[in-house]
């Protein structure tokens, strides 16, 4: 009788919520008519659990008077401590210290709902606890937020998101471990906020540097370990006792879920505690001393969070600064980071809904359902953003000197072509003042810096590869092909031109094989369905998935150039992983991709990548030689079409008198006509541009600022 009143009560207190307040004063008298049968010394757990939860009724208590209901909650709570004591039944002695924070904090008894948190996280430790922990330290930072006291704000975060970090190490799948990350971002960002608050902006960049990009960094780490040369002896006993004491951690888990824990005594929960925490330590140590014998390695099987000095480390010069953007509920924060300071600024009221979801509206989705329309706003959206973002406030504040930008955007912003916002000068772009440059996160930027034998290659000594027109349907890109291998001298067995060489089988094998792969095809993006963007070739396509696998290892690949639309283009996960094309070719290997954020022009595109290694030809790095090509593109001029496209027309007319030189049948025909109708076409773009009013037909920045190069200079 006094169960199915017990279970009665809690059944009210279930959804739906229609006639809750009548449902709560039910939950009450099935309460107390189970505490007519259990008393404290017959049924010691059903009595304090009947309390308990009457605590619960009355502490959300509608109907009465709220000081009298929360008086009331905190009554039953502490009658529920008469069992629950620390010693016998540790869990929910811990539990019920949570529900008697909530009370007292409704009361603006914050000392109290604060010491109810710790004594909760004493027992729930991040080690051993991480989703109990997460809940009670999550409440303590949320506490102490909302009475702005940022320093007991920052303790319950950061207990947090060791919490969370903890339980990702634990999950067994991918999936899962960005299940777990983005449940629980909210934790980050208000970590951020907090930090900002304190004025301690070092701990705030360093926070909002650690939830970005996980899956990728996950990635990187693991196809890195995969790709596994000889490993020596000493560091092989080192990754196996590694492995060993996770495999203990592991069975200590299981061995501690299978049994009835929330009943454990206090010494019991203690030995369990101290048991994880001691194997953790052990762990540590050998990574500690991994560490110290390959550092690389280390970093691939456990990847620890970035401190401030080590991302300064990734700044070579004292010109350069990392412009970190980060997007919390209210604001948008800049951090800028130098050689030997870092400094801040924030867009104030620029958050979530007010930038995130401006940029969606007006850039995102625009582009997708009309881009035609879209390509005709452009500047107004960017000169738009350029406001929201304080573009000219933050170069006079903070970039007096400065060269060099290394973008680390947030969320949208991934998908922004900072170089074409105007800095609030006559006429001038962002890209007239500095170089730029991104990367999806610092720590995918370490990988590229750590990333074997990138200084034995030379230029000389460097191998090329193209692959051109694989469906032989863009003229241009074919004319561009042509020029770069003339350039470098490619030779014909690393070029794959049209639909007869360029497969996906032929791709890989040119892409295992050359240091500089230049692709310059179709692409597409697939924004519902990231893992589905491909490239297309000949006989189908690849895709990010299959890029994103172990078996696409490219470790010698210094440097991609993704000739093709929308290789850079993606909607990041709540988590900030931006999953593209681009970013497939950085966890393949590459230290260097050259991408787009949206759909190109195929005169403009082959302009733009004959300029770019003009430029590198002549010791440009990949930042600058982008820079140059860009203003070479925006001042390119119908009289300068004649300079590069000379013998268009002439092949044309060769072609022509060439028609009956082979049977219509022959193998040498079929080449004929292929060529002759790419010339065709070819002439037919280049008479369209000398035909045009315009005297700079490539000024406008959809022709210029959608490419972006990502990761090494």
């Given at each position: 009788?006094?169960?199915?009143?017990?279970?009665?009560?809690?059944?009210?207190?279930?959804?739906?919520?229609?006639?809750?307040?009548?449902?709560?004063?039910?939950?009450?008298?099935?309460f107390?008519?189970?505490?007519?049968?259990?008393?404290?010394?017959?049924?010691?757990?059903?009595?304090a659990?009947?309390?308990?939860?009457?605590?619960?009724?009355?502490?959300?208590?509608?109907?009465?008077?709220?000081?009298?209901?929360?008086?009331?909650?905190?009554?039953?709570?502490?009658?529920?401590?008469?069992?629950?004591?620390?010693?016998?039944f540790?869990y929910?002695?811990?539990?019920?210290?949570n529900?008697?924070?909530?009370?007292?904090?409704?009361?603006?008894?914050?000392?109290?709902?604060?010491?109810?948190?710790?004594?909760?996280?004493?027992?729930?430790?991040?080690?051993?606890?991480?989703?109990?922990?997460?809940?009670?330290?999550?409440?303590?930072?949320?506490?102490?937020?909302?009475?702005?006291?940022?320093?007991?704000?920052?303790?319950?975060?950061?207990l947090?998101?060791?919490?969370?970090?903890?339980?990702?190490?634990?999950?067994?799948?991918?999936?899962?471990?960005?299940?777990?990350?983005?449940e629980?971002?909210?934790?980050?960002?208000?970590?951020?906020?907090?930090?900002?608050?304190?004025?301690?902006?070092?701990?705030?960049?360093?926070?909002?540097?650690?939830?970005?990009s996980?899956?990728?960094?996950?990635?990187?780490?693991?196809?890195?370990?995969?790709?596994?040369?000889?490993?020596?002896?000493?560091?092989?006993?080192?990754?196996?006792?590694?492995?060993?004491?996770?495999?203990?951690?592991?069975?200590?888990?299981?061995?501690?879920?299978?049994?009835?824990?929330?009943?454990?005594?206090?010494?019991?929960?203690?030995?369990?505690?101290?048991?994880?925490?001691?194997?953790?330590?052990?762990?540590?140590?050998?990574?500690?001393?991994?560490?110290r014998?390959?550092?690389?390695?280390?970093?691939?099987?456990?990847?620890?969070?970035?401190?401030l000095?080590?991302?300064?480390?990734?700044?070579d010069?004292?010109?350069?600064?990392?412009?970190?953007?980060y997007?919390?509920?209210?604001?948008?924060?800049?951090?800028?980071?130098?050689?030997?300071?870092?400094?801040?600024?924030?867009?104030?009221?620029?958050g979530?809904?007010?930038?995130?979801g401006?940029?969606?509206?007006?850039?995102?989705?625009?582009?997708?359902?009309?881009?035609?329309?879209?390509?005709?706003?452009?500047?107004?959206?960017?000169?738009?953003?350029?406001?929201?973002?304080?573009?000219?406030?933050?170069?006079?504040e903070?970039l007096?000197?400065?060269?060099?930008?290394?973008?680390v955007?947030?969320?949208?912003?991934?998908?922004?072509?900072?170089?074409?916002?105007?800095?609030?000068?006559?006429?001038?772009?962002?890209?007239?003042?500095?170089?730029?440059?991104?990367?999806?996160?610092?720590?995918?930027?370490?990988?590229?810096?750590?990333?074997?034998?990138?200084?034995?290659?030379?230029?000389?000594?460097?191998?090329?590869?193209?692959?051109?027109?694989?469906?032989?349907?863009?003229?241009?890109?074919?004319?561009?092909?042509?020029?770069?291998?003339?350039?470098?001298?490619?030779?014909?067995?690393?070029?794959?031109?049209?639909?007869?060489?360029?497969?996906?089988?032929n791709?890989?094998?040119?892409?295992?094989?050359?240091?500089?792969?230049h692709?310059?095809?179709?692409?597409?993006?697939?924004?519902?369905?990231?893992?589905?963007?491909?490239?297309?070739?000949?006989?189908?396509?690849?895709?990010l998935?299959?890029?994103?696998?172990?078996?696409?290892?490219?470790?010698?690949?210094?440097?991609?150039?993704?000739?093709?639309?929308?290789?850079?283009?993606?909607?990041?996960?709540?988590?900030?992983?931006?999953?593209?094309?681009?970013?497939g070719?950085?966890?393949?290997?590459?230290?260097?991709?050259?991408?787009?954020?949206?759909?190109?022009?195929?005169?403009a595109?082959?302009?733009?990548?004959i300029?770019?290694?003009?430029?590198?030809?002549?010791?440009?790095?990949?930042?600058?030689?982008?820079?140059?090509?860009?203003?070479?593109?925006?001042?390119?001029?119908?009289?300068?079409?004649?300079?590069?496209?000379?013998?268009?027309?002439?092949?044309?007319?060769?072609?022509?008198?060439?028609?009956?030189?082979?049977?219509?049948?022959?193998?040498?025909?079929?080449?004929?006509?292929?060529?002759?109708?790419?010339?065709?076409?070819?002439n037919?773009?280049?008479?369209?541009?000398?035909?045009?009013?315009?005297?700079?037909?490539?000024?406008?920045?959809?022709?210029?600022?959608?490419?972006i190069?990502?990761?090494?200079?």
């Open positions: 009788m006094a169960m199915t009143q017990n279970n009665l009560g809690i059944a009210y207190l279930k959804p739906p919520y229609i006639y809750y307040g009548e449902n709560q004063e039910r939950a009450i008298a099935a107390e008519a189970a505490l007519q049968v259990y008393s404290q010394e017959t049924f010691p757990m059903d009595w659990m009947a309390q308990k939860n009457l605590g619960v009724v009355y502490s959300q208590r509608i109907i009465g008077n709220k000081a009298e209901n929360l008086d009331g909650a905190i009554k039953y709570y502490e009658a529920a401590f008469q069992v629950f004591t620390r010693d016998s540790p929910y002695w811990a539990k019920n210290q529900n008697l924070a909530i009370a007292y904090t409704h009361l603006g008894q914050i000392d109290k709902a604060i010491a109810c948190c710790r004594f909760a996280i004493e027992i729930f430790t991040a080690k051993a606890f991480p989703s109990q922990c997460l809940t009670a330290s999550n409440q303590l930072g949320e506490i102490a937020t909302n009475t702005k006291r940022w320093l007991e704000a920052i303790e319950g975060y950061s947090a998101i060791e919490a969370v970090e903890t339980s990702r190490s634990w999950a067994h799948s991918e999936s899962r471990r960005q299940e777990i990350l983005e629980s971002i909210d934790v980050y960002q208000n970590m951020v906020q907090a930090c900002i608050n304190a004025g301690q902006i070092e701990k705030a960049f360093e926070y909002s540097e650690r939830s970005r996980k899956l990728l960094v996950d990635l990187m780490a693991s196809y890195n370990l995969s790709q596994g040369e000889e490993i020596p002896p000493k560091v092989q006993e080192l990754l196996q006792q590694y492995e060993e004491l996770q495999r203990q951690i592991d069975q200590e888990r299981q061995s501690h879920k299978s049994e009835n824990n929330r009943s454990e005594t206090r010494a019991a929960f203690q030995a369990y505690n101290e048991a994880i925490a001691s194997l953790e330590t052990q762990k540590q140590q050998v990574w500690e001393n991994l560490r014998e390959d550092p690389v390695l280390a970093g691939e099987i456990q990847v620890n969070p970035l401190s000095s080590e991302i300064q480390k990734l700044i010069q004292p010109n350069t600064v990392i412009l970190s953007f997007t919390t509920n209210s604001d948008t924060h800049i951090f800028i980071v130098q050689q030997n300071q870092i400094t801040l600024h924030t867009c104030t009221g620029q979530l809904n007010t930038l995130q401006w940029i969606e509206q007006n850039w995102l989705l625009p582009y997708m359902n009309d881009s035609q329309k879209w390509e005709t706003q452009i500047n107004t959206i960017l000169c738009e953003l350029a406001e929201r973002l304080q573009i000219s406030e933050l170069i006079s903070h007096e000197g400065i060269e060099e930008l290394i973008l955007p947030h969320l949208l912003l991934h998908q922004i072509p900072f170089a074409a916002l105007p800095t609030g000068e006559y006429q001038e772009y962002l890209a007239d003042k500095f170089l730029i440059r991104y990367t999806p996160s610092c720590q995918i930027l370490e990988f590229c810096q750590q990333r074997d034998n990138v200084e034995k290659f030379n230029e000389i000594s460097l191998q090329y590869g193209t692959v051109e027109d694989a469906e032989d349907n863009l003229p241009c890109a074919r004319f561009e092909g042509e020029k770069i291998a003339q350039m470098y001298n490619i030779p014909p067995e690393n070029r794959l031109i049209g639909s007869s060489q360029a497969t996906s089988n791709y890989r094998q040119l892409a295992q094989q050359v240091q500089v792969l692709s310059c095809h179709h692409a597409q993006s697939r924004l519902d369905n990231p893992l589905e963007s491909q490239l297309k070739l000949a006989d189908g396509s690849i895709t998935g299959q890029l994103m696998t172990p078996s696409w290892r490219l470790p010698q690949l210094v440097e991609v150039f993704l000739s093709c639309c929308e290789t850079n283009l993606g909607t990041p996960s709540l988590t900030d992983d931006i999953l593209t094309l681009s970013t070719f950085l966890c393949a290997g590459a230290r260097s991709v050259v991408s787009t954020l949206w759909s190109v022009n195929d005169l595109t082959a302009l733009f990548s300029f770019y290694y003009q430029q590198r030809q002549e010791g440009k790095n990949r930042p600058k030689a982008l820079h140059k090509a860009q203003i070479q593109l925006r001042e390119f001029t119908k009289l300068d079409l004649n300079k590069i496209f000379q013998e268009v027309e002439a092949r044309e007319k060769s072609l022509i008198g060439n028609r009956k030189k082979s049977p219509s049948n022959s193998i040498e025909y079929q080449q004929w006509k292929l060529e002759y109708n790419m010339y065709t076409k070819l037919r773009q280049i008479k369209k541009i000398e035909n045009s009013t315009q005297q700079f037909p490539f000024s406008d920045p959809h022709y210029w600022a959608a490419f190069c990502h990761g090494l200079r």
